[in-house]
């Protein structure tokens, strides 16, 4: 079964880091080695495939309108939904990929007794999206902490607003609890639902659990099974100034933590995770409805047999003749 | 026909639930009533497409040529280096199933198939299988599937399962359009000779004779006399409807079913009708006698074929700009590809409304205009004299056609045009209409009888929507821009909603409309009591509320 | 269209953020080596290992604060067998002595908020701006 089986790769994985960082003669591999291969196959992978897309042309303006086109002066144009302008491009974009409009409008259809086709809200699936989606990037910079010295004070404030109900010492990231909540949603859905349950692959099931493993990790070293974070610091700060320090004890599950996100790391080039580039790129969402107005090219626009005109009144002569219609040639 | 057919309380049973078996397991059954007859090998043979042969989609032998998988793969390849959309839905699906309840015919079957997601996964794992290292290495574990000619079987079953009304796109966080994704699986199995012969004959007709019936040039025009004479008839307003006349200001396009099919017809009536009434200078043309574009369900290049003739003819006659009349996937052509495909439309004026001066800066680059565009101008101008209560047999409502709503955005222009000549109006629910439509469940060329239980339960949602307004508000009329809507809409609407009728925009305004010098009209263009003469007599059922 | 230009513009300022780190630390000469602190003459590790005390400080701390204040278990026997008193500024600081050159140094470093300081006074400071 994919989930189990996801479930079992990513709980091998954390093992074979919490190993690595208890025998001290492989943590130059896992605490080096590992995070500097995945991070060189991140950056190449994620380009590649970016490169790749922007190699393929779009040969054709083909947005999707959600909305009233621009026509006639005095019908109301849908800006956003419907955009004819780079400004309302932009706007629609930015909507788009901060908001999740589109998953805004997810409903569900009930099939009811009559037959009566019911479409009801659903925007449990948009909430957590959009919450694990923003809590995963203001964890991302809190740890930014880790990065940089000295310590901007934009990310001491993050952290600072992110813990502002000062539960427990430390206290308590609001971020860590949603993150943890919305990926918790997100796979109970899938595990639950009889359609999202058959339509998903193992790599759906990875994806999750390796996330869901780097925020337990993480939560845990936080909150229960504490970690020297100065030495955190110091490897982390060795690994981006190029001269590594290969750590001495941080505590093993902090090398569980780690080798998670390298494989998270070098996972995303070949997985579903490059949907973070991709939703830029989406030719139904990033072209303004301008198809009539302006003239889009395509590169590879080769010629067509066409039946001409001329063909056309050759074969048919007599029958135009006898109907009376104009002809080119008598 | 009907015997064979489930009666629509048995078809309204959709069981959700997904089967047990793995959905890599690409075994489909072709049972009668459910998929589409395959192309006669003449219609290939003339359009000089690959593998002409006999065959059927339910042999066990299709008869592929010998090397079908490198072509299949070769062809892959080229698309997904041309398309960028094409590479990037295969990449960036995470499989949410957000599309999933939003496709008409999963709503209709409950096969988990027709979830566009899994419609296009179809593609995806052989996409992956043969394109990404992950799947090359890891086979299925990273979603990878081998291409056999039972994957082909199941592409023709789903691919010719699918309207491209691209519904789901509007719901997918990525953009991501199954039209897409079918539109090329159909130019793969087009490279293969697998394609139905309710698509391949009207695009054959249409290459040949200029459209999709394949009327040829005189039956065009006794059909348009026949048109003039019935008109003269009902209004007593006799009209001018020239063909392939030089020096016309503006050239109309229509699909060529309102010259024959009915209820399209009566939309050419009130057309005519109105281009009378404001003495517009125009011409129609037998040889660019198809808006239509069956191409566009074959393959990108059929799709240009075909269309090429529409600038060829205005250039040959010398007209200053295009006006197009209601048909939805003609104005996807028309307005997402034509310009790219066959322009630049260099020798074409931008559009002015010869009554209003209404400039259509919107058009400036294609030249051509939607009939609803230049109408609502016109009656926002107040340049139509027009008596909606001739319309009072009718309480309408409005089907936006997929491809004018979600490929263009063609909204408020027919409603407007709707409130203005019938009194009686009223939406469908909020999910059902506008950006979130409901395609009438036979479009992209699967309008075939072969294909009618499919039909029925693709077109479940829209039909269902239609009863509910039935019900509360007493709609007897649903109006659409589409001509692929007005031939299966009403068998659509017998079967959910018996007794609903359906007509194009211009009907209902050729009704409304009055033109100088016509006798007191007694009929509609139907030859129907109008609303005005007989308000009891139209079929108004019981206890319709405003 | 060509907006490949755009693309890999995009792309750029990917490659760009994601590497911030490494710009930014160039920038600010960030030294590989770790905060010095200034360390008691002779040290005994009353309270646990050094080990314990870098990662769980703050809780033995948040202990001591809350068996005084609630349970009024005011004295604690360390390892070598000597009463303590449970007090920050008195037991921990009389060898700790700066806070500036001991407590904030990490903490400054890994940019982890104390709150210590939010009512505790800092005797030696306030003393030390007294004079």
Known sequence: MNALGSLLLVLLLAGLGFAGGQVAGLRPLFGVVVPYAAFVIFLLGVSHRVVLWARAPVPFRIPTTCGQQRSLSWIKPSRLENPSSTLGVVGRMALEVGLFRSLFRNTRTELREGPRLGYGEAKLLWVAALAFHWAFLLVILRHLRFFLEPVPAVVAALASVDSFFEIGTPGLYATDIVLAGALGYLLLRRLLSPQARYLSLFGDYFALFLLLGLAASGILMRYAVRIDTVAVKQLALGLVTLSPVVPGEVGPLFFSHLFLLSVLGAYCPFSKLMHMGGVFLSPTRNLANTSRMKRHVNPWNYPVDVHTYAQWEDAFRDKLKAAGLPLEKE | MAEEVAKPEDLAQVDYRPPAKDWRDPAVEFRKGVFCYSAAPKHLQYLGLPNPRPWHPSDADWKLPADWKRIILEGMKERLDRFRSFRLFMDICVRCGACADKCHFYIGSGDPKNMPVMRAELMRSVYRRYFTPAGRILGPLAGGRELTEDVIKEWFYYFYQCTECRRCSVFCPFGIDTAEVTMMGRELLNLVGCNINWILEPVANCQRTGNHLGIQPHAFKDAIDFLVDELAEITGVRVEAPINRKGAEILYVIPSAETFGTPHYYTLLGTLLLFHAIGLDYTLSAYASEGGNFGLFTSHEMMKRLNAKIYAEARRLGVKWILGGECGHMWRVVHQYMDTMNGPADFLEEPVSPVTGTRFPHARSTKMVHICEFTADLIHNGRLRLDPRRNDHWVATFHDSCNPARSMGLIEEPRFILRSVCRRFHEMPENTIKERTFCCGSGAGLGTDENFEMRMRGGFPRANAVKHVRDRFGVNLVACVCAIDKATLPPLLEYWVPGMHVAGVHELLGNALVVEGENERSTDLRGEPTGAAGASAGPQPEGARE | ?131
């Not at chain 3, 760009?16 to 200034?38: F, Q």
């Not at chain 3, 903490?107 to 300081?117: N, P």
């Open chain 3, 1 to 131: 269209m060509n907006d490949r230009g755009l693309i890999l513009g995009g792309l750029l300022l990917f490659v760009g953020l994601i590497t911030l780190p490494v710009w930014y630390n160039v920038a600010a000469g960030t030294p590989s080596r770790p905060p010095e602190l200034k360390l008691p003459a002779q040290g005994k590790d009353p309270f646990g290992t050094a080990e314990y005390m870098r990662a769980s400080h703050m809780s033995l701390l948040v202990a001591w604060r809350d068996e005084v204040v609630r349970g009024g278990e005011r004295t604690v026997v360390g390892r070598d067998g000597k009463t303590y008193a449970k007090s920050l500024t008195r037991t921990c600081m009389d060898c700790h002595s700066s806070r500036a050159e001991f407590c904030d140094r990490c903490h400054g470093y890994t940019s982890a908020r104390v709150s210590c300081w939010d009512c505790h006074a800092d005797r030696r400071l306030a003393e030390g701006s007294a004079r």
